[in-house]
C-alpha cells in the first residue's frame, strides 16, 4: 500500500526562487548522467549506496534530473558525519544522509556565533513506517531458547547501535518505550552494522538495532530474529541537503535537482518498489540483490519535511548529553518546508 503521495512539486518554482536566490574518505565517482549535451548543469551530489538513496539512483537512471537540465554526478560515501562536513565545505553541492548529533551542532553553533547556517536542508530522503528499516534485533537461537522473546527482556542487558549521536539511537528509545523501558534500563554499547549478527550469535550483546538489508540477511542465515518492528510512524532521520552559497549562486542547477528529486520520489511512491526494473536499478548501485529488497522493509518518501520529527530527535539527543549548544534550533531557518 502507498502510504504517501509527493505534492511538492506546483510549489517548488516559488520555493527555490526564495532561495534567490565512518567513513570513505576517498569519495569516487559512482555514475553521471551520459547525454553529451553541454546545456546540462553538472551538479555534484554525495550518497551513501544503500537502498535508502534510492530516490537519487532513479533520479539518474530514469532521467528525471536530466529532464530537469542537471547532470547529477553520484560521489560515494561509507557514511557518518564527514557528508556533512564535504557539504558544509563545498566539496559536494549537495549532500545525503542522516539527520542527527552533527546536523544540529553545526547549525546550534552557527546560530550561537550569528553565523549563516552553511547548509541547508531541502527534502527528506526517507521516513519510516512500520516495518521499519532498521529494527530492533536478537539472536535467533537465543529468542528460539525463550531466553528473550520480548522488548521487557532486554532489561539489564547489553544493546547496540552503529554510532552515538545518529538516528538509529533514537530509534533504540523508540524501541525500548514500546516494551516500557528506557535507554536508562540498557547497557547501550556501539557495533557496526555488519557485525551485529556474529555479536549476537557469540553473545557479546543481547540486542541490536540492525539496518535493512542486513536484518532480511541475518534473518535468511537464521542468525537473528527481529523483535520489534513497529515502533515508528512517519519519523524522518534522514534528509537531502544542499550548501547553501552553492544554492545561491546556482539557483536554476538548484532548482532543476530538487525538481528531478521529487519526480523520482514520485515514481518511487508510485509503484515504483514493486517494479523490477527499479529495483535492478537500486541492486546495480548497492549490490543487494533484488530478491533481498523484494523482502526488505523498505523506506518511504512523501517530498516534505516534518519538522515536528526532527525536533523531537533534537529533545532526545539533548536528554543524552549529546548536543553542543543551548536552545531550541530555529528549523524554518534552515529546513524548506513549503
Partial sequence: MKRVLVGALGALALVLAACGNDDDNGANDDTAADTGSAELERVTVGHIPIFISAPLIVGVEEGHFEDEGVEVNLERLAGGADMLVQTAAGNFDIGSGGVGVALFNLVGEAESAGQEIPIEVVAPLHEEYPPATTPLAVSRERYESGEITSVEDLEGMTVSINARGAATEYWLELALNSGGLTMDDIELTTVNFPEVATALENESIDGAMLGEPLATLGQDQDMVTILTDDFVDGEQPTAVYWNRSWAEDNPESAEGF?????????????????????????????????????????????????LESFRAQEAFFRGQDLLTYDGELDFEGFMRTE
Fill in 258 to 306: 530538487l525538481r528531478g528529486y521529487l519526480r523520482a520520489v514520485e515514481r518511487l511512491e508510485d509503484g515504483g518498489w514493486e517494479d523490477d526494473a527499479i529495483l535492478e536499478m537500486i541492486e546495480a548501485h548497492t549490490d543487494v540483490p533484488v530478491d533481498v529488497l523484494e523482502r526488505a522493509s523498505r523506506p518511504y518518501n512523501s517530498g516534505t519535511l516534518d
